[in-house]
């Protein structure tokens, strides 16, 4: 049985590429870049041109660039350096909807005294900028807002709150996850002052991320021990991960816009069909202001751990925010942010594709995930009709 | 991707009597869209002889809930309601070669509709769960339900009775509440398994206390983030020492007392205990 992968948001296959330019570095190069010899020294040089291509992809500067472990360790270090570099101030704003290593992390300091305001979502999952501007005040530290939700992919407008914060003097960091490699991102030209990024979301390798800081911001190391990363993030670089990180940008640089559009098309094509096909599905998020590869959708009175099994049956790999699918009890505190009813998150299903998913793939799924509603739906006790009787 | 037997699969992927019986004789129907899961249950019985001739469920749920609905309806086809009424979650939970620990709600899920059925059958009313005092108001879980689970099946620990009841699962603020019901049940209530012994001799009397702060004193102790540790055991002198939580607590005086006279209960009056 084929797979269909369509958990892209979740992780991303390795491109060939990618595996290819590492294997030297995994097999025959496999110094330390600290070492006074060639054979490790060299790696170095290799080291830097992977981080000229990450920054050619978001419009940063080398130097700007600090490779780190993923997305979490950059999202932790971007929170841990403003609140070490400005003890005084003790307010971070935050959203509702961020990623747990952010949400998790200001929680944390939550518990160390700080003052966390967590702006709330419409229902469609879009921030109201007054909110944000009602809840800036002198003791504002840092404002911590993702470029890209990766539940539902909507698009947060960043550049509108990073003129708000300059103006104002405060810290502005995005969690840029979901965001990078999917949309065009020019840092030159947005005001953010601390950047996520992760690589296994761009079809490089797991555990490789990096933390873009904006030349002129201060910063505060999290990682300590030798002189790696100019002093920034100690312990030994990992190399291959570095030089396939490097690679990964680079071709999405050269394919971002060939990829908007392809893989839009699919994923648009699943949404409509699917929505035709199965009465009673909505769609969760800002379907105008999206990542082109994400749609999330709620399949009423059925469960979402159901029908990801159902359809693991045939192969076909997608997530949900049902809370049954992982080991806490609480369904998704995105889709509950947004205020989708209770009825529908629990049957809500996440589709994120890839620039390797195929029309036909999207035609399987178009072909049996309506059969597997309508069952699940005959197995319900809930119906529409009984639902109405019972409100 | 949760861990399930293949039997869970099996039952979830060709779920036997499904669907609603018409006319049916008992209606049995649990849970909530808003919790996430629920069951409805309706039987068909023989009035003579009280044997339920048919049962079929439908689930809103997991695939373990599913499962655990379609297992309940095969044990209890053919059975005397009161030989169903046997039936415990463990058994459901059995029957599918096990479920894992944080989906045993859903067994426990399939037994309540049972209840709720053959309640409904003899025209008791349901005690709604509404009714009793709700712990847990994110899950809708009473104290109610909490003991009775917790007794059912031996459960010790908050987390266990998350897994069983989803109770604590959601915000967390229920959580010291439940750790209070769970020290009240273990400490107060009479040890099931234990029976009062009488003139013991010295290793008999050793090995008594050693069980008794095993199996009753310390898990209790445990899920309240602390522990004790037996130092020594000196004729009637049981010398104990205080860990994790219970180390510098206010109430360890009370503690102390409750385990004294629990042992002096079960072993014998003149048992002393003390503190390192
Ligand atoms: S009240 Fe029990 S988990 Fe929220």
């Given at each position: 049985m084929n797979t269909i992968y369509l958990d892209n948001n979740a992780t991303t296959k390795v491109a060939p590429e990618v595996i290819e330019e590492m294997i030297p570095y995994l097999s025959?190069?496999?110094?330390?870049?600290?070492?006074?010899?060639?054979?490790?020294?060299?790696l170095l040089k290799k080291i830097e041109e992977a981080r000229e291509k990450v920054a050619l992809l978001i419009g940063a500067?080398?130097?700007e660039i600090i490779f780190t472990s993923g997305g979490t360790e950059s999202d932790n270090t971007a929170i841990f350096s403003a609140a070490e570099l400005y003890p005084t101030k003790k307010h971070i704003i935050t959203t509702r909807v961020e990623h747990p290593a952010v949400r998790n992390f200001c929680k944390h300091l939550a518990r160390r005294g700080y003052r966390i305001t967590f702006l709330p979502v419409n229902n469609q999952g879009q921030l109201n900028i007054d909110d944000l501007l009602k809840a800036?005040?002198?003791?504002?530290l840092l404002v911590s807002v993702m470029f890209?939700?990766?539940?539902?992919?909507n698009i947060f407008p960043i550049q509108e709150i990073g003129e708000i914060l300059r103006e104002r003097h405060i810290l502005f960091h995005t969690d840029a996850v979901q965001a990078v490699g999917k949309i065009p991102i020019d840092l030159k030209k947005l005001p953010v002052d601390m950047l996520s990024l992760s690589g296994h979301k761009l079809h490089a390798p797991k555990g490789i991320g990096v933390l873009y800081i904006r030349k002129g911001t201060r910063f505060f190391p999290y990682i300590r021990g030798g002189h790696q990363e100019k002093g920034r993030r100690a312990g030994t670089e990992n190399v291959p991960s570095i030089i396939g990180l490097g690679k990964a940008c680079e071709l999405a640089i050269q394919n971002i816009n060939i990829e908007y559009n392809y893989i839009s098309k699919l994923r648009d094509k699943l949404e409509t069909s699917l929505i035709k096909l199965c009465p009673d599905v909505r769609i969760n998020g800002d379907p105008q202001n999206r990542l082109p590869n994400t749609t999330n959708l709620s399949f009423e009175y059925i469960e979402g751990e159901a029908i990801l099994l159902r359809m693991n049956e045939y192969g076909i790999c997608a997530s949900s925010g049902?809370?049954?699918?992982?080991?806490?009890?609480?369904?998704s505190h995105v889709l509950r942010a947004m205020g989708v009813p209770f009825t529908a998150i629990h049957g809500s299903i996440r589709f994120s594709l890839s620039r390797y998913n195929t029309e036909e793939e999207i035609d399987k799924v178009i072909e049996i995930l309506p059969g597997i509603v309508n069952d699940l739906r005959l197995l319900s006790p809930f119906g529409r009709d009984r639902l109405i009787r019972k409100h | 991707m949760w861990d399930y037997t293949d039997k869970v699969k099996e039952f979830f992927l060709?779920?036997?009597?499904?669907g609603e019986i018409d006319n049916p004789d008992a209606v049995g129907e649990v849970g909530s869209i808003i919790c996430g899961d629920a069951l409805r249950l309706t039987l068909k019985v023989?009035?003579?002889?009280?044997?339920?001739?048919d049962a079929r469920f439908q689930t809103f749920g997991c695939a373990s809930a599913i499962a655990s609905s379609s297992a309940l309806t095969e044990l209890i086809k053919g059975k005397t309601l009161d030989e169903a009424l046997q039936i415990s979650n463990q058994d459901i939970a059995d029957f599918l070669g096990g479920l894992p620990k944080e989906k045993m709600h859903c067994s426990v899920m399939g037994r309540e509709a049972l209840e709720a059925a053959i309640n409904n059958y003899k025209g008791i009313p349901t005690?709604?769960?509404?009714?009793?005092?709700?712990?847990?108001q994110c899950f809708n879980v009473t104290e109610e339900k909490i003991r009775k689970v917790a007794m059912e099946n031996h459960l010790t620990t908050v987390d266990d009775i998350t897994n069983y009841t989803?109770?604590?699962?959601?915000?967390?603020?229920?959580k010291s509440e439940i750790e209070a019901i769970l020290r009240d049940i273990w400490l107060?209530?009479?040890?099931?398994?234990l029976t009062k012994q009488k003139k013991l001799t010295n290793l008999q009397k050793i090995a008594l206390i050693q069980e008794i702060i095993e199996k009753e004193i310390r898990p209790a102790l445990q899920s309240d983030g602390g522990d004790i540790e037996i130092i020594d055991i000196e004729g009637n002198k049981v010398v104990i020492a205080m860990r994790g939580m219970?180390?510098?607590?206010?109430?360890s005086g009370v503690t102390i007392d409750s385990i004294q006279n629990k042992l002096r209960e079960f072993?014998?009056?003149?048992i002393t205990v003390e503190v390192q």
């Open positions: 025959i190069f496999y110094g330390n870049p600290s070492s006074m010899h060639t054979f490790g020294g060299q500067d080398p130097e800036i005040d002198d003791d504002t890209a939700n990766n539940e539902v992919g049902s809370a049954c699918t992982s080991g806490s009890l609480e369904p | 060709n779920p036997k009597n499904i023989d009035k003579e002889t009280n044997r339920i001739i005690v709604v769960e509404e009714e009793g005092r709700v712990v847990c989803k109770a604590g699962g959601g915000c967390g603020e229920c107060i209530k009479k040890p099931e398994k219970c180390t510098g607590c206010v109430m072993v014998g009056e003149e």
